[in-house]
């Protein structure tokens, strides 16, 4: 038997809670007995004694405990969406931090926010009637004993009923399970399809792209309306069926009743009290036909969010290790990324001195990137490690690391919050720290321009600004707090003139700092202020050393006209 997922230990969690709500449902059906008694007593007691006396206090006591009744399902309620919230409590932070995880374990391709639907969707469903319906189930068959006791021939009705009201369940998971399930995924795909687009807004606009794009998401929405009208449709009938069937059988009911009285065999009373227990004891069934999408819905999130924390482990604990001093170090270091059967970067290996200044250069796809991000531990090694101040960066505590280091990727995205926000990584603005950064990355002016300066808001409703300005705040929340190790992948990518010069002002200013400072660049106007330079061709490192001697070596194999020269190019 494996062991429990977190999100099995987070339900084991609150089994006080399930327990709960069993014991306050024992009291509940109890209490729907109170009906049938009314009933019974109404027509066997009163109507044949007259006392108007006896009424009065049987209706009293009926609907005191119609009340008492009330109040213990709206404390089951309770207790079930308090559950629910408990065990968003247990699962939030975990959910959020695994889909992160799993983004950056999938290079973006497994980007998605469905796993935190897939929560909301098991709790919507511990809070809703279904789940009622699964505590009132175990008291069926004391429902039917009770028919049994009013006669056996009510007895047998019940029993052929539940059994009858049972298969339709049956019959309802069995055909509509693999259509709700294979529709759930198709409109999760084409809901991320249409995220996914949305992302390159303008390219599809500019180039005419709209309507053959709409068309591939009409398709799979077409897909997915097949598949749920399909299930919806078998759904409905047997739904359809159950109704019309409970309808039925407690109107039959009064007619068995009938018979057994004009036969002497029951008292009137019975007659009505039987039709009323026989449909309490059917409600439970009912109510789960009806219900019955939503728990598969529940069922298929409950897999899914189970799937991803079996594979997305919780991340381990690490001890809070010496500040960092700016020491890189790469042994052997062999990455390979999704998508790519070969490695990307094979075997390099290198060292960074505290305080100094490296240049990646090279051809396209020779793995420059992938090395920067694997410095940060971005990318898991496939063997050989990278370590800062000689630790792994795999055992450094996220946490920590988060604050010595900084990093400015090659697609620079913004967050949703303010200028200041972005700049202090969502930690306490501190007003002084932003605005050093800011003026380290040469941007303080142009935030002063913005329609709220610091408290600018970007992204959602926000102001829209240009890939140079991202570009620049990128760079500011990089140096920001003025870590140790600062690595930026193509820097001046989208910078003008002035940008570059700014550029150059902040890398200068972070060598006096004593930053360990990693650069990706394929512009050779801004290698005049490194210290080292490494040459990156097919994933494996070919000169690393001095500036001035590296740029010699090149120019002398350029002058030879080399074909094999290592090239300067973009990441």
């Given at each position: 038997?494996?062991?429990?997922?977190?999100?099995?230990?987070a339900?084991?969690?609150?089994?006080?809670?399930?327990?709960?709500?069993a014991?306050?449902?024992?009291?509940?059906?109890?209490?729907?007995?109170?009906?049938?008694?009314?009933?019974?007593?109404?027509?066997?007691?009163?109507?044949?004694?007259?006392?108007?006396?006896?009424?009065?206090?049987?209706?009293g006591?009926?609907?005191?405990?119609?009340?008492?009744?009330?109040?213990?399902?709206?404390?089951?309620?309770?207790?079930?969406?308090?559950?629910?919230?408990?065990?968003?409590?247990?699962?939030?932070?975990?959910?959020?931090?695994?889909?992160?995880?799993?983004?950056?374990?999938?290079?973006?391709?497994?980007a998605?926010?469905?796993?935190?639907?897939?929560?909301?969707?098991?709790?919507?469903?511990?809070?809703g009637?279904?789940?009622?319906?699964?505590?009132?189930?175990?008291?069926?068959?004391?429902?039917?004993?009770?028919?049994?006791?009013?006669?056996?021939?009510?007895?047998?009705?019940?029993i052929?009923?539940?059994?009858?009201?049972a298969?339709?369940?049956?019959?309802?998971?069995?055909?509509?399970?693999?259509?709700?399930?294979?529709?759930?995924?198709?409109s999760?795909?084409?809901?991320?399809?249409?995220?996914?687009?949305?992302?390159?807004?303008?390219?599809?606009?500019?180039?005419?792209?709209?309507?053959?794009?709409?068309?591939?998401?009409?398709?799979?929405?077409?897909?997915?309306?097949?598949?749920?009208?399909?299930?919806?449709?078998?759904g409905?009938?047997?739904?359809?069926?159950?109704?019309?069937?409970?309808?039925?059988?407690?109107?039959?009911?009064?007619?068995?009743?009938?018979?057994?009285?004009?036969?002497?065999?029951?008292?009137?009373?019975?007659?009505?009290?039987?039709?009323?227990?026989?449909?309490?004891?059917?409600?439970?069934?009912?109510?789960?036909?009806?219900?019955?999408?939503?728990?598969?819905?529940?069922?298929?999130?409950?897999?899914r969010?189970d799937?991803?924390?079996?594979?997305?482990?919780?991340?381990?604990?690490?001890?809070?290790?010496?500040?960092?001093?700016?020491?890189?170090?790469?042994?052997?270091?062999?990455?390979?990324?999704?998508?790519?059967?070969?490695?990307?970067?094979?075997?390099?290996?290198?060292?960074?001195?505290?305080?100094?200044?490296v240049?990646?250069?090279?051809?396209?796809?020779?793995?420059?990137?992938?090395?920067?991000?694997?410095?940060?531990?971005?990318?898991?090694p496939?063997?050989?490690?990278?370590?800062?101040?000689?630790?792994?960066?795999?055992?450094?505590?996220?946490?920590?690391?988060?604050?010595?280091?900084?990093?400015?990727?090659?697609?620079?995205?913004?967050?949703?919050?303010t200028?200041?926000?972005?700049?202090?990584?969502?930690?306490?603005?501190?007003?002084?720290?932003?605005?050093?950064?800011?003026?380290?990355?040469?941007?303080?002016?142009?935030?002063?321009?913005l329609?709220?300066?610091y408290?600018?808001?970007?992204?959602?409703?926000?102001?829209?600004?240009s890939?140079?300005?991202?570009?620049?705040?990128?760079?500011?929340?990089?140096?920001y707090?003025?870590?140790?190790?600062?690595?930026?992948?193509?820097?001046?990518?989208?910078?003008?003139?002035?940008?570059?010069?700014?550029?150059?002002?902040?890398?200068?200013?972070?060598?006096?700092?004593?930053?360990?400072?990693?650069?990706?660049?394929?512009?050779?106007?801004?290698?005049?202020?490194?210290?080292?330079?490494?040459?990156?061709?097919?994933?494996?490192?070919?000169?690393?050393?001095?500036?001035?001697?590296?740029?010699?070596?090149?120019?002398?194999?350029?002058?030879?006209?080399?074909?094999?020269?290592?090239?300067?190019?973009?990441?």
């Amino acid at each position: 038997m494996s062991p429990l997922s977190d999100l099995g230990k987070a339900l084991a969690a609150c089994r006080q809670s399930f327990l709960t709500t069993a014991f306050f449902s024992l009291f509940v059906n109890l209490l729907m007995l109170v009906p049938a008694i009314y009933m019974l007593a109404i027509y066997d007691r009163v109507l044949m004694s007259g006392s108007e006396s006896t009424l009065m206090m049987l209706t009293g006591i009926a609907v005191f405990l119609f009340l008492v009744l009330g109040g213990l399902e709206w404390i089951r309620t309770r207790i079930l969406v308090a559950t629910s919230a408990r065990l968003d409590e247990h699962l939030g932070e975990r959910v959020f931090d695994a889909i992160f995880r799993q983004s950056l374990a999938s290079s973006g391709a497994k980007a998605t926010s469905q796993p935190l639907n897939d929560l909301l969707q098991i709790r919507q469903f511990l809070t809703g009637p279904g789940l009622l319906a699964f505590f009132d189930a175990p008291w069926m068959p004391i429902y039917a004993g009770l028919m049994f006791l009013f006669h056996p021939y009510f007895g047998l009705v019940a029993i052929a009923s539940m059994l009858f009201l049972a298969g339709l369940a049956i019959w309802n998971e069995l055909s509509t399970r693999t259509d709700l399930a294979e529709a759930n995924r198709e409109s999760i795909e084409a809901t991320q399809f249409t995220q996914r687009n949305l992302r390159n807004a303008e390219v599809v606009e500019a180039m005419g792209m709209l309507p053959r794009l709409r068309a591939r998401w009409q398709e799979k929405q077409l897909r997915v309306l097949a598949l749920q009208a399909q299930a919806s449709t078998k759904g409905g009938l047997i739904n359809a069926l159950s109704k019309t069937y409970r309808l039925t059988i407690q109107s039959l009911a009064l007619g068995l009743g009938a018979y057994l009285a004009i036969r002497k065999d029951i008292s009137p009373g019975l007659v009505i009290s039987g039709s009323i227990l026989l449909g309490r004891a059917l409600a439970p069934l009912d109510q789960m036909i009806a219900g019955w999408r939503g728990f598969l819905g529940a069922r298929e999130a409950y897999q899914r969010l189970d799937t991803l924390l079996r594979t997305i482990p919780e991340r381990e604990s690490r001890m809070t290790l010496p500040e960092l001093q700016g020491q890189v170090t790469v042994e052997e270091l062999v990455v390979a990324v999704p998508g790519r059967t070969e490695p990307v970067l094979k075997g390099i290996t290198l060292t960074i001195e505290p305080g100094t200044t490296v240049a990646l250069i090279g051809p396209s796809a020779a793995g420059k990137s992938t090395l920067a991000r694997a410095l940060l531990g971005l990318h898991p090694p496939a063997r050989g490690r990278a370590c800062l101040d000689g630790a792994d960066v795999h055992n450094w505590d996220r946490t920590q690391l988060g604050g010595y280091v900084g990093y400015l990727p090659q697609d620079v995205e913004l967050l949703d919050g303010t200028v200041a926000e972005n700049i202090a990584r969502f930690g306490d603005v501190e007003a002084e720290r932003v605005i050093e950064a800011a003026q380290w990355a040469g941007i303080h002016e142009m935030v002063l321009t913005l329609p709220q300066a610091y408290d600018t808001p970007l992204i959602g409703g926000g102001v829209a600004l240009s890939a140079g300005q991202q570009q620049r705040i990128g760079i500011a929340r990089a140096i920001y707090g003025n870590p140790k190790v600062v690595v930026l992948d193509e820097p001046n990518a989208n910078l003008d003139a002035e940008g570059e010069e700014a550029l150059t002002a902040t890398l200068k200013q972070l060598q006096k700092s004593g930053s360990t400072v990693i650069l990706v660049t394929h512009r050779p106007n801004v290698l005049k202020v490194v210290d080292k330079i490494a040459v990156v061709r097919d994933g494996k490192l070919l000169v690393y050393g001095p500036r001035d001697e590296v740029l010699a070596a090149l120019a002398r194999v350029q002058s030879q006209g080399s074909q094999s020269r290592p090239a300067i190019g973009a990441a």
